[in-house]
């Protein structure tokens, strides 16, 4: 396992009590692990140290219609305790009176960087005022947003209002916010692709797909040729994989006989080389 310091863009802690049963329901079946995990403070700091991650994301969520509901004062407690190498991505849940307040609270509160949200595990549109009340709100706070506009494992989750070409209009309305999104759309990375192509504000990570070889692979060629790798980022998703493993698997991508090759340095760029500072305003 190489030692050299890396950006973790996607991970989690939470307690058991924070999951809801779907989640935690879901994660044993799909996986063998309880709600995806352990995903306490303690695990997770050892998680990081082990990869030798320099510096962490800590993504939460908060999802009414599954009973998930991560605190936002959870997530900065432990953002405080590693401020010199973490930041915070708050969330809150757009179909829920009072969000908007609830998010300036926590991001003056707390400092947080980002906050997170999903249209098909919380079901709204993103073009609904609901999820415009979120973006103005994140505009003025100057932080970014993290969509979760991607496949969905909950039975009620909502694959109507997930794909990836639903944000370019909310790309377009507000440039001056920079907008993530994460597990590169899987599995409509093309569209992704082609929304990170015209608006310069969207970056995607790459959390979960090193086991998934082909979208992995098919999501980076679509990356190269579009010119678009720099605004590609890492991300472990801790606790559905550890990024001691996940980086391995990241990395063999470029060992794949194909073709059309992806370079190992590109690989590599986009695991070493994403400061916080891409997304995170000063």
Same mark, same amino acid.
Request: charged letters at 20%.
């Given at each position: 396992m190489?030692?050299?310091?890396?950006?973790?863009?996607h991970?989690?802690?939470?307690?058991?009590?924070?999951?809801?049963?779907?989640w935690?329901?879901?994660?044993?079946?799909?996986?063998?692990?309880e709600?995806?995990?352990?995903a306490?403070p303690e695990?997770?700091?050892?998680?990081m140290?082990?990869?030798? $991650?320099s510096?962490?994301?800590?993504?939460?969520?908060?999802?009414?219609?599954?009973?998930?509901?991560?605190p936002?004062?959870?997530?900065?407690?432990?953002?405080?305790?590693?401020?010199?190498?973490a930041i915070?991505?708050?969330?809150?849940?757009?179909?829920?009176?009072?969000?908007?307040?609830r998010?300036?609270?926590?991001?003056?509160?707390?400092g947080?960087?980002?906050?997170?949200?999903?249209?098909?595990?919380q079901?709204?549109?993103?073009?609904?005022e609901?999820?415009?009340?979120?973006y103005?709100t994140?505009?003025?706070?100057g932080?970014?947003?993290?969509?979760h506009?991607?496949s969905?494992?909950?039975?009620?989750g909502?694959?109507?209002?997930?794909s990836?070409?639903?944000?370019?209009?909310? $790309?377009?309305?507000?440039?001056?916010?920079k907008?993530?999104?994460?597990?590169?759309g899987?599995?409509?990375?093309?569209?992704?692709?082609?929304?990170m192509?015209k608006?310069?504000?969207?970056? $995607?990570?790459v959390?979960?797909l090193?086991?998934?070889?082909?979208?992995?692979?098919?999501?980076?060629?679509?990356a190269?040729?579009?010119?678009?790798t720099?605004?590609?980022?890492?991300?472990?998703?801790?606790?559905?994989?550890?990024?001691?493993?996940?980086?391995? $698997?990241?990395?063999?991508?470029?060992?794949?006989?194909m073709?059309?090759?992806?370079?190992?340095?590109?690989?590599?760029?986009i695991?070493y080389?994403?400061p916080?500072?891409?997304?995170?305003?000063?």
């Amino acid at each position: 396992m190489t030692r050299r310091p890396f950006t973790d863009w996607h991970t989690h802690i939470y307690l058991p009590e924070h999951c809801g049963p779907v989640w935690t329901r879901r994660g044993l079946e799909l996986v063998g692990k309880e709600a995806f995990g352990v995903a306490t403070p303690e695990a997770h700091i050892q998680a990081m140290d082990e990869a030798g $991650a320099s510096h962490f994301a800590v993504v939460g969520l908060q999802i009414a219609m599954m009973g998930m509901h991560i605190p936002n004062d959870f997530i900065g407690t432990y953002l405080h305790a590693h401020k010199d190498r973490a930041i915070g991505v708050g969330s809150v849940d757009p179909t829920q009176a009072g969000a908007p307040q609830r998010l300036r609270d926590a991001v003056k509160e707390w400092g947080l960087s980002g906050v997170k949200i999903s249209p098909p595990y919380q079901g709204f549109h993103p073009h609904s005022e609901e999820a415009y009340a979120i973006y103005r709100t994140a505009a003025d706070l100057g932080i970014f947003v993290m969509f979760h506009q991607a496949s969905v494992f909950a039975p009620d989750g909502h694959l109507e209002v997930a794909s990836p070409s639903l944000i370019d209009k909310v $790309a377009r309305e507000f440039r001056g916010t920079k907008f993530l999104l994460a597990h590169f759309g899987k599995p409509w990375m093309n569209e992704l692709v082609e929304l990170m192509m015209k608006n310069p504000n969207v970056y $995607a990570d790459v959390s979960t797909l090193p086991i998934k070889t082909w979208q992995l692979y098919t999501g980076l060629r679509l990356a190269i040729e579009g010119r678009v790798t720099g605004r590609l980022l890492y991300g472990s998703d801790f606790p559905s994989f550890t990024p001691r493993q996940d980086i391995e $698997a990241f990395l063999a991508i470029s060992d794949l006989k194909m073709p059309l090759p992806i370079p190992r340095e590109v690989v590599e760029d986009i695991l070493y080389n994403r400061p916080f500072e891409l997304l995170v305003q000063k």
